[in-house]
Each structure stands twice: as C-alpha cells, then as structure tokens.
C-alpha cells in the first residue's frame, strides 16, 4: 500500500514539475541565455534566440511555450537579447497569451494589450543558463560581384563561396572572420581566394536607448582599421539617428599577387537620420558623410521590410560623376537593393562548433552606374547591424503575419 | 445520346477552362493586366512574381541599333520581376531580350532594362472604378537613363470596372497612354483596353480580351498551386501564339 501511496505522490509531483519548467522546455528547444525571474504575480524571461532564423518565429515559439503551461503567473515581460544584450521587451498577461495562441483573438488585439519596447533593463547579476558564449557558428554564404553593360561580355561576375565564423566571447564582444574561396574571377581579374572580414566588435548599450558599436581588424572593400557606430532611437523604432566614424588603411589582409595598398589614414564619416513607418514597416532615410573611397555625399533610401525580406530603392548623389552604361555620364546614381532570407528557418541547437546555413542574402543593384561610390563600413552579425529584426514593430508585424498565414 | 455528349463537350471544356485559366492576370509586360494591357488591379500588399513572357517572331520590338523601335522576326523574352510594395503601389524590373542574338561588339545587341510604377490613386467602390497611374519605362525623364534606352515608355491611366452579365463575372479595363515631358509614348499609346470574362461555373477560370492600341489579343490563363501562374496568349491581331510563365508568393 505504502508503494502505491509513493508510485502515485512521484507521478503527481513529476506531472507539476513538467507543468512549470519552461526553461528546461527552452532549453531544450534550444534558446540561450535563459533567466527566469518570479516575483509574487509577475514573471521575467529572458532569452536569446539564435536556433530560428528570424527573431518573428522564435517569438511565437515562446509564446507558444509559456501557453502551454497553466502555472505561470498572470503578468509576464520577455527581454529578448543579442550576443547578450537586453534589447527588446514585451510586457503582456498570460491569458492574452493562451488567448493568442488558442486563436481566440488575433495577434492586432494581443498586440494593442501588451506592451513593446525597446528595453531600458540591465542584465541581471543572476547566471544565466545555457550562456551562448564560446560557442562558434559555421556558416557558408554564396556572393556574387558583378557588372553589366558591355559587348564583350553581357555579365561580368565573380562568384565567391563566404565560409565564416562568429563567436560571441563575452556580454557584446564578438569575433568575426570570413574567408571569400573565389571560383573564378571574369570581373576584377586580380582576385584570388582571400580573406574578406576579420574582425572583432563590442556591442553596447547606453541609457536612452543608444546602441554603441566599435570594431577593429580587416573589413570588406579592404578597408584594414577601426569603427564605430552609435545609434540612437526617438519614440521607439519611430526615428533613428545613426552615426558612424571609421580610420582605415586600404590593404589586403593576405594581399594577392601585384596588388598594393592605395592610401592610409583614410577617414570616412555619416550621419543617417531614418523616419519608420510603423503599420507598414517601411524607412525613409537619409545618409550624409563621406564614404570609403573618398566621395562625398548623402543616400536616400526608402525601404520597406516584409518580415525578413527588405526591398529598398535609393538615390545616390556625391561629388563625383556616376559613369553608366556605355561610358554615359550621370550626376545621380539610382538603383535598389534587396535582403532575402536564405537557407533553413530552424538551425541546429547552438553548440560549441555549430554548422549553419548563412541567413541573409543582400544585393544592390546600380541602376544608373557607379558601383564604387557610397561605399561604407560593413560589420556584418553585429547587434547594431541586426536591429530591424528587434525592432517593436518588426515584431508586431511578425505576429500579426504568423497569425494571418500559420507560417 | 445527343445529351451525353452535350455533358462530355460541356465537361471537357470545363476541364480546359479549368487547367488554363485563373483568376490573376499579370500581362505579358509583367505588371498586372490583361494579355498585354495594364488594368488598375494590384495584388495583394508584399507579392512578389518572378516570371517571363514570350513574345512570339514579328511581334517583339527591337531595342537597340539601326533598327530600333521596330518589329524584327526574332522572338522576344521579357524576364520580370514585379513586387507590391505598398498597398497602392507596385514597381516592375525588366529585362527584354531578343531571340537569337549573342552579346557581342559586332551584334551590337545588349537585353533592354527598364523601370516601372504604378500607383493606385483610388479603390473600386459600389459606383465608383478603381483607377492607377502607371509609369512605364520613364526613368530618362528622371535622369537616371539615357532618353534613346528607353523603348517600351508610356505614361498612363487606366480604369477598371468589375460587373455581372447574368451569371458571368467581367472585369473590364479602360486607360490613355502618352508620353511625359520630352519622352515620347511608344507603347499603350492613345486609348486602350480589355475584358477579363470570369464564367461562373469556373470561378478560377478566365479569358482575357484586350485593345493595346495597336493590335486585338486574346489569352487565356491559370495559376497552379496557387504559386504558378500561366497564361496563353494569342497576338497580334490573334496571329501567333505568346505565352506568360511567373511564380508568385507574398513575403509576408
């Protein structure tokens, strides 16, 4: 008898240990940098998503988790992080969350009744579990350079393998290294397998919603030096304000043959201010500074963003003319640019060598002519550069989507 | 018996109404219209299609050389890629290329690039057609190409009107197509227009009938797996068989 009483106490008891574990359910999904903090009727989680490829997704995987669980408390915030660092937070109740996922009501009424912010929370001193430091991403991305507009050849291309890694060493630093493996060249005719980034960044956070960067090593467009970049946002993702500085050296971090350094001490400089269209995800900016390669002058840019998807279309104007299609000349460079998504939605559980597929594919087309003018500093996987998939907004729309399309 | 192959004749036709009809048109310019023409309808909000469109020998327009602006016996392709990008607004990329010729310093032959917008300026409504504004191949005025590229230019605006004919869905189509500042119409120029008759009992199904201010067409068209679609067409004047052939998904 006394056997049976324990067979039935150990079931019951396991039973409500599953019910509240969401971190081990988490966990095991893969999520890093898990807190979970209980004060009376309020919960606090935190955690970084690096398994689904789009922050949209690996929210609703949350929340999908915490509606299955009937013993959290009422009111719930999540502070989502990036190489761990509080970014976003959402404050909402856990009926809303059942109510969203059970399809009672509709991701616009779950979003008007919880609260999205840029978060203004520090990191608490508690450890975290399942850091995502130390722990090494290998991914393989395809680039294509190329050029259009002559008899000789209709498209001039150089397509390049980008096999890479990232780490996050610690809270904001990172390291980050890509090496191009060339197939063949019909563009330049002096490139060779070279490495294309190698770099290491801090990623910040100052009060009032000011995300900081600042980088050093070899950059692409062989720019060898340091950044830096600040950003500041106004009524949430409403207005941007970016800013960025950079001293480098044009050089090759493994110079192929006959190519040598072009200048040094090469300063380059922008302001950027950006206006968000909230309801439809879409930036108007407007970049003034001088680029890379010694132009100046200012970018605008409307671009909208359909989850992970950005299409832009820009207008260019620096001082110098823009050399077109068969030698014509033009004071203004127009084109657009794309961001697609590429390779799988959910990666593998981020380990200590982890094998991924790269997660975004980008090309800018020169309508107009003038490949080589607006060029700037290009820090690829840092916080600063990954913002829009954090942004308030980005996430709404996201759930919304999801909601409409079950995708 | 002469019953039964009324229903045999009735179903077959259903069934190649069925397979080559649906109810998306994108025309063979690779905005949204009808066999050649544009309508005022968009897709919806964050579509993109990525497609081609054959256009059949006699028909395509040569783009570049002594014989520019005229119809030359090779075929041509325009490769599209049309995106919706705000609710009232859709831009198309193109590339037209002709048949049977090789990117060479001695052809003189290079595919033509062109541009276009289109802008809702007001919704269908019980009394009222829904009216876009299209801007076809005019990035010289913008100074962003030079005024000789530009091949395919019209400035436009269209109407369209859905209605019922008894139990036949018709969605029909009026614009005027000109030039805009110094650069000259050279396609849609003038009125033009079109039907997209929808039968009732193939509510995917539809045949599409269209004025391009040049030459009478005639297609017809289905999407398949809700991602394909494909449409054939038979132009000019219902001479030769042209075909349209785009992918779509929306982003979102």
Redesign the interface.
């Known amino acids: 008898m006394r056997n049976i009483v324990y067979v039935i106490f150990s079931f019951f008891c396991a039973v409500a240990t599953a019910q509240c574990n969401l971190l081990s359910e988490l966990q095991s999904e893969g999520f890093e940098n898990l807190l979970l903090i209980e004060n009376n009727e309020e919960l606090e989680l935190h955690y970084e998503n690096r398994r689904y490829r789009f922050e949209g997704i690996a929210l609703r995987r949350v929340l999908e988790s915490i509606a299955e669980l009937d013993c959290l408390a009422e009111k719930i915030t999540l502070i989502i992080y990036n190489k761990g660092l509080p970014i976003t937070e959402i404050t909402t109740k856990k009926s809303l969350i059942n109510e969203l996922i059970s399809g009672s009501i509709s991701a616009t009424v779950f979003n008007s009744q919880s609260h999205f912010v840029f978060t203004t929370r520090k990191k608490p001193k508690q450890k975290e579990t399942q850091s995502s430091y130390l722990k090494t991403d290998l991914a393989v991305a395809a680039r294509t350079d190329y050029l259009l507009g002559n008899f000789d050849n209709p498209i001039r291309w150089t397509p390049t393998l980008l096999p890479s890694i990232q780490t996050t060493l610690a809270k904001g630093t990172q390291i980050n290294a890509t090496y191009g493996v060339v197939l063949f060249d019909d563009l330049y005719f002096w490139e060779k397998s070279r490495w294309r980034y190698a770099f290491a960044s801090h990623n910040g956070r100052l009060p009032g919603t000011i995300f900081t960067r600042l980088s050093a090593g070899f950059f692409e467009l062989t720019q060898f030096g340091i950044e830096g970049h600040a950003t500041k946002f106004f009524l949430e993702d409403k207005f941007r304000l970016d800013l960025n500085l950079s001293l480098t050296e044009n050089r090759f971090l493994d110079t192929p043959p006959g190519r040598k350094a072009i200048d040094k001490n090469h300063l380059s400089y922008g302001v950027k201010a950006t206006y968000r269209y909230a309801p439809w995800t879409t930036d108007l900016s407007i970049h003034y500074g001088r680029y890379i390669f010694d132009d100046t002058g200012y970018t605008i840019l409307l671009q909208r963003q359909f989850n992970e998807v950005f299409i832009g279309f820009f207008m260019r104007e620096v001082d110098r003319q823009i050399v077109g299609s068969f030698g014509t000349l033009y004071d203004k460079n127009y084109g657009f640019q794309f961001t697609a998504p590429i390779g799988i939605k959910k990666h593998l559980k981020p380990s200590y060598l982890r094998v991924k597929t790269d997660e975004q594919f980008f090309l800018e087309y020169n309508y107009t002519g003038g490949v080589d003018i607006g060029a700037r500093i290009y820090a690829p996987g840092t916080v600063i550069h990954e913002l829009e998939e954090y942004y308030p907004s980005t996430l709404k729309k996201a759930l919304e989507n999801y909601t409409k399309t079950g995708k | 018996m002469d019953s039964l192959f009324f229903y045999m004749r009735k179903y077959l036709i259903g069934f190649v109404l069925g397979i080559t009809l649906s109810s998306f048109s994108q025309s063979s310019t690779g905005t949204r219209g009808l066999v050649k023409v544009p309508t005022a309808r968009m897709f919806e909000d ?1 579509t ?1 299609s990525i497609g081609a469109a054959f256009i059949p020998p006699g028909y395509h327009k040569r783009t570049f050389g002594l014989k520019q602006g005229e119809l030359v016996p090779n075929a041509g392709l325009n490769t599209f890629v049309t ?1 919706n ?3 009232f607004m859709e ?1 198309m ?1 193109r590339y037209t290329h002709e048949a049977n010729l090789v ?3 001695y ?5 033509d ?1 062109m ?1 276009s917008a289109r802008f809702k300026v007001l919704d269908e409504s019980e009394k009222k057609p829904a009216i876009v504004i299209g801007l076809q191949d005019v ?1 010289a005025a ?5 005024v000789g ?1 530009s091949n395919f230019s019209s400035t436009y605006v269209v109407a369209s009107k859905q209605f019922y004919f008894k139990e036949i869905k018709i969605d029909a189509s009026i614009g005027y197509g000109g030039g805009l500042g110094n650069l000259k119409v050279k396609e849609f120029d003038g009125f033009f227009g079109g039907v997209q008759i929808s039968p009732t009992n193939f509510y995917d199904a539809q045949i599409l009938v269209d004025y391009d201010a040049t030459y009478l067409n005639i297609g017809v068209q289905k999407q398949l797996f809700n991602r394909i679609q494909t449409m054939v067409s038979y132009y000019p004047n219902l001479q030769k068989i042209g075909w349209v052939l785009a992918y779509r998904q ?3």
């Open positions: 964050g993109l995106v990008l705000f609710p831009v990329f990117v060479r310093p052809t003189e032959y290079f595919p690039r541009f990035t913008f100074d962003a190409s030079c590229c929306n982003m979102f």
